[in-house]
T-cell receptor
Framework: SQTIHQWPATLVQPVGSPLSLECTVEGTSNPNLYWYRQAAGRGLQLLFYSVGIGQISSEVPQNLSASRPQDRQFILSSKKLLLSDSGFYLC???????????FGDGTRLSIL | SQQGEEDPQALSIQEGENATMNCSYKTSINNLQWYRQNSGRGLVHLILIRSNEREKHSGRLRVTLDTSKKSSSLLITASRAADTASYFCAPMDSSYKLIFGSGTRLLVRP
């Protein structure tokens, strides 16, 4: 069966520090991969999605970037974190675009 | 905004009662999906209804879709305390992006 792993679960970082969040999927190949951010009490905002290795689409101009160095690995990065980058970050995958998405357990990022 | 908007924002019911959540959206859709989120966790997919379908069932869940009114509803029958969670409607637009609303927070009292 397919599983998705996302880490770390929580992260506290100072303003101006770099960020790297990793997401990996097991048990499938060539998945669509997604990064979302969720503000407290709100819905999910799509940040990036990828349909293949090295193919990244950005949905919202921001301080973040994403990379897909391997088929089942999706990384969210920042060179310098801002206070506004705080939130709950969720990775998801789907077998193809019109199918349900399967989410990881998220990373709660706090910027101090 | 193209997002799905859930109504009500919060719902409190007694165990055994039915819970109905509504969703409205603004764009043309490929399909519409409902997700559940327990506090501090990732989302879990519940049900997908295609744009040419009007009703779908899965266990205690019943989803309806009215594309002419751009609305959907999720009914949970015979609710249980374990159904306590936030529920999100997510219309999928023509570019296969899910557009999430702010969700309905459901509390089922034992």
């Amino acid at each position: 069966s397919q599983t998705i792993h996302q880490w770390p679960a929580t992260l506290v970082q100072p303003v101006g520090s770099p960020l790297s969040l990793e997401c990996t999927v097991e048990g499938t190949s060539n998945p669509n991969l997604y990064w979302y951010r969720q503000a407290a009490g709100r819905g999910l905002q799509l940040l990036f999605y990828s349909v293949g290795i090295g193919q990244i689409s950005s949905e919202v101009p921001q301080n973040l970037s994403a990379s897909r160095p391997q088929d089942r690995q999706f990384i969210l990065s920042s060179k310098k974190l801002l206070l506004s980058d705080s939130g709950f970050y969720l990775c998801a995958w789907s077998p193809r675009g019109d199918q349900p998405q399967h989410f990881g357990d998220g990373t709660r990022l706090s910027i101090l | 905004s193209q997002q799905g908007e859930e109504d009500p924002q919060a719902l409190s019911i007694q165990e055994g009662e039915n819970a109905t959540m509504n969703c409205s959206y603004k764009t043309s859709i490929n399909n519409l999906q409902w997700y559940r989120q327990n506090s501090g966790r990732g989302l879990v997919h519940l049900i997908l209804i295609r744009s040419n379908e009007r009703e779908k069932h899965s266990g205690r869940l019943r989803v309806t879709l009215d594309t002419s009114k751009k609305s959907s509803s999720l009914l949970i029958t015979a609710s249980r305390a374990a159904d306590t969670a936030s529920y999100f409607c997510a219309p999928m637009d023509s570019s296969y992006k899910l557009i999430f609303g702010s969700g309905t927070r459901l509390l089922v009292r034992p």
